[in-house]
Nanobody, 126 residues
Framework: QVQLVESGGGSVQAGGSLKLSCAAS????????MGWYRQAPGQERELVSS???????TYVDSVKGRFTISQDNVKNTLYLQMNSLKTEDTAVYYC????????????????????WGQGTQVTVSS
């Protein structure tokens, strides 16, 4: 099991910045990838950014150039630096992790996220 605890959310004006953190504990060596999701009221949860164990990153188009995902493997912490925030970035942000396992007869990284944090609210006002 992996436990994930997010922090760093809050309220900020449009154009401002926030940095989210996600502290991982438990069976951390079984992690093979991590990501940040967000869910706004009335909307589906979307993957904002991800990072693999090799450091490869992905971003949803709406945050490219504004958000940066990173991880500190010594501190077992995932980060999301959010700059130039917009009102449409308002959402609950969730940290998630994938684990190694047997999938389709292969030992590989899970195609889905297996562990989730409790979420942290980000509110951007105009």
């Amino acid at each position: 099991q992996v436990q994930l605890v997010e922090s760093g959310g809050g309220s900020v004006q449009a154009g401002g910045s926030l940095k989210l953190s996600c502290a991982a504990s438990g069976d951390i060596f079984n992690r093979c990838g991590m990501g940040w999701y967000r869910q706004a009221p009335g909307q589906e949860r979307e993957l904002v950014s991800s990072i693999s164990s090799s450091g490869s990153t992905t971003y949803v188009d709406s945050v490219k150039g504004r958000f940066t995902i990173s991880q500190d493997n010594v501190k077992n912490t995932l980060y999301l630096q959010m700059n130039s925030l917009k009102t449409e970035d308002t959402a609950v942000y969730y940290c998630a992790a994938r684990k190694w396992g047997w999938y389709v007869y292969l030992w590989q990284c899970s195609p889905d996220y297996n562990y989730w944090g409790q979420g942290t609210q980000v509110t951007v006002s105009s």
